[in-house]
């Protein structure tokens, strides 16, 4: 079998959940099984949504709600033993990072995280995965009889499977966690970082925070999330949580627009596998456009407002 | 308080990365290696508790004699002694199964790892040590603050942040916000000099074993030449980002 955690947020699934679950899907065809999707507490989106992404059994958990490591890896860990389960999926996002070394050590099984492909093989289990920041990458072998892939958000799409009527099985389930979570805060725009398709991404080149109107503007006409370089987030010209690199986040979207940066190699490890990085430098030196698909020279408080008329206007 | 590091020996970040030409491993010729900067953070973290809560900050790597100029600048930076796990760690299983040995025979308050190593960028160690010793676990913890037996934390979530608390003793994976970028100690003469006399202790491998391998190593793909677009004809970027690479 093929384990997948479907993970909600605000008792939704995430768009990355479906990527999750297409992921598992398809690996549960290759091997000749079936993939069992497990869902965690209240859930406002329809559980159908994810047999149409391939899971031909869905495990609603009830009577946990709260994300916690312990509770969430060990109801996994113990769906995992009695379907014998051969690969769990999960996500790399903050709570799915949090289970797969839990989940690991519960299982004796391999851990596998930074996946960024379906496997090569299943017999082992080989499957490439990023390492060094996104300068490597590693082939990684599997040898024990279960394995826990973690995948990176963005990085392998959703490709159409047969729908499926899934069985849908509910479970009441009593909280065997050890922490106790309190109050949760969001602090980014609308659209989570890890998992945005589009982001929008400011450097020193903005010289102070007054001037992130004409980020978040693009941003929003995009649909996009907004980041930015380690030094902006330091000095507090914005969160801890929009600093993308080698030691922030790191992230692959679709598209991702750099404005103001530089490129160190730092910032480039944490986004140079977005799949179209555009660049806005005034100085045509800048490392970054060695790194770019497309590139703009110019003044960013010029390019970047007529960007966004003309990309509102592209849309009308 | 007894609080244990758990350092992991890196390539410095602005390394350029090559692979042995039989694709086996990273070759290190001219790499500088340095303490894996998300446990810098948790590094400094542990030496502000002590001088809170007074007691003893340990730090320990699991390497062969090469880490050991890691763990002397962690010496040096202030911790108060040593330990090498004597080996070469193959996955992250290996490793937290040999630190769940040595923590189970030496007891610790708080143990303290980074959210992630700059290298493998596995992050399976922490919470699979947690798991082995049965104790509470935050990934991701931008926020720690001890009271009377508890820690109060907080951990980074999607976009956000959320606080936990749970009793000592705890597994944290720290990142920044443990402790500011500034806050961020570094080696003095003085801590060289006196680095120089704290105890490094190399320890024995249990003989835990790893469930994973690496079969070999590659470069990412070659990004194509730049495009580059006239400031003064944005609508044509506009037109390739739908057209070409079909992202808006
Ligand atoms: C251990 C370590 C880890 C690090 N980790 C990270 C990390 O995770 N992420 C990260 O981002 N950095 C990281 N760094 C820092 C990194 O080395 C760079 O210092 C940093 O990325 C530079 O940020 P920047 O590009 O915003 O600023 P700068 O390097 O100052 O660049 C500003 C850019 O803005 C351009 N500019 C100025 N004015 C304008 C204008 N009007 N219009 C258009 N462009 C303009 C300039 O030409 C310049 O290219 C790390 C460093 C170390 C030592």
Same mark, same amino acid.
């Given at each position: 079998?093929?384990?997948?955690?479907?993970?909600?947020?605000?008792?939704?699934?995430?768009?990355?959940?479906f990527e999750a679950v297409n992921y598992g899907a398809r690996c549960s065809k290759e091997i000749g099984t079936e993939a069992i999707a497990v869902v965690f507490g209240e859930c406002d989106s329809h559980l159908a949504d994810l047999g149409n992404h391939g899971a031909d059994r869905i495990i609603h958990i009830q009577g946990i709600e709260q994300f916690e490591p312990f509770s969430f890896a060990t109801v996994l860990s113990d769906i995992a033993k009695e379907f014998n389960g051969k690969l769990i999926i999960v996500n790399g996002t903050a709570n799915g990072k949090s289970l797969i070394g839990v989940m690991s050590s519960l299982l004796s099984s391999s851990a596998i995280s930074n996946v960024t492909e379906l496997p090569?093989?299943?017999?082992?289990i080989n499957v490439h995965r990023s390492a060094f920041s996104s300068k490597g990458i590693e082939k990684c072998s599997s040898k024990s009889n279960c394995t826990i892939l973690g995948i990176v958000p963005n990085s392998i799409g959703i490709i159409s499977l047969e729908d499926i009527e899934s069985i849908i099985e509910v479970r009441n389930i009593i909280s065997k966690g050890k922490t106790i979570f309190g109050e949760s805060q969001n602090?980014?725009?609308?659209?989570p970082l890890p998992e945005a398709e589009r982001v929008v991404s400011a450097g020193r080149g903005m010289k102070g925070p007054e001037n992130?109107?004409?980020?978040?503007?693009?941003?929003?006409?995009?649909?996009a999330g907004t980041a930015c370089s380690k030094p902006v987030s330091d000095i507090g010209w914005r969160p801890h949580s929009e600093h993308v690199g080698q030691t922030g986040i790191q992230i692959n979207p679709q598209l991702y627009i750099a404005i103001g940066i530089s490129g160190a190699i730092q910032h480039l490890a944490g986004v140079s596998r977005s799949k179209t990085i555009v660049v806005i430098n005034n100085d045509p030196e800048a490392p970054f456009f060695k790194a770019a698909d497309y590139g703009i020279i110019g003044d960013a408080f010029d390019v970047v407002p007529r960007l966004t008329e003309a990309i509102k206007s592209f849309q009308k | 308080m007894k609080i244990l590091v758990c350092i992991s020996h890196v390539p410095d970040t602005t390394s350029k990365i090559k692979f042995t030409s039989d694709g086996h491993s990273l070759d290190k010729d001219g790499v500088q290696f340095v303490i894996n900067?998300?446990?810098e953070f948790g590094l400094t973290k542990a030496l502000q508790l002590k001088e809170e809560h007074g007691g003893v900050?340990?730090?320990?790597?699991?390497?062969?004699? /090469?880490?050991? #100029? *890691?763990?002397?600048?962690?010496?040096?930076?202030?911790?108060?002694?040593?330990?090498? $796990?004597?080996?070469?760690?193959? /996955?992250?299983? #290996? *490793?937290?199964?040999?630190?769940?040995?040595?923590?189970?025979?030496?007891?610790?308050? $708080?143990?303290i790892c980074g959210q992630e190593s700059i290298d493998y960028n596995g992050g399976i160690v922490p919470g699979a040590l947690a798991a082995n010793l049965n104790l509470p676990f935050i990934n991701a913890c931008i926020g720690l603050e001890i009271n009377d037996n508890v820690a109060n934390t907080v951990r980074e979530t999607d976009g956000g942040k959320e606080t936990a608390s749970a009793n000592l003793p705890i597994i944290i994976a720290g990142k920044k916000g443990l402790v500011e970028e500034k806050e961020l100690r570094i080696p003095n003469m003085r801590g060289i000099m006196t680095a120089r006399s704290k105890t490094l202790k190399v320890i024995e491998l249990s003989g835990a074993k790893s469930l994973s391998e690496?079969?070999?190593?590659?470069?990412?793909?070659?990004?194509?030449?730049?495009?580059?677009?006239?400031?003064?004809?944005?609508?044509?970027?506009?037109?390739?980002?739908?057209?070409?690479?079909?992202?808006?």
């Open positions: 079998m093929v384990i997948i955690y479907a993970e909600t947020w605000n008792k939704k699934f995430k768009k990355t959940t090569v093989n299943y017999e082992p602090e980014s725009g609308n659209v992130w109107g004409i980020i978040t503007e693009l941003a929003e006409v995009l649909n | 900067p998300y446990d900050v340990s730090v320990i790597t699991f390497g062969d004699s /090469d880490v050991e #100029q *890691t763990l002397r600048k962690a010496l040096a930076i202030g911790a108060d002694d040593a330990y090498r $796990l004597d080996g070469v760690p193959n /996955d992250g299983i #290996q *490793t937290s199964q040999e630190l769940a040995f040595f923590i189970k025979e030496n007891e610790f308050d $708080l143990i690496s079969i070999s190593f590659s470069a990412p793909p070659e990004k194509k030449a730049v495009k580059i677009i006239s400031s003064e004809n944005i609508e044509e970027l506009v037109r390739l980002l739908n057209e070409e690479s079909k992202v808006i």
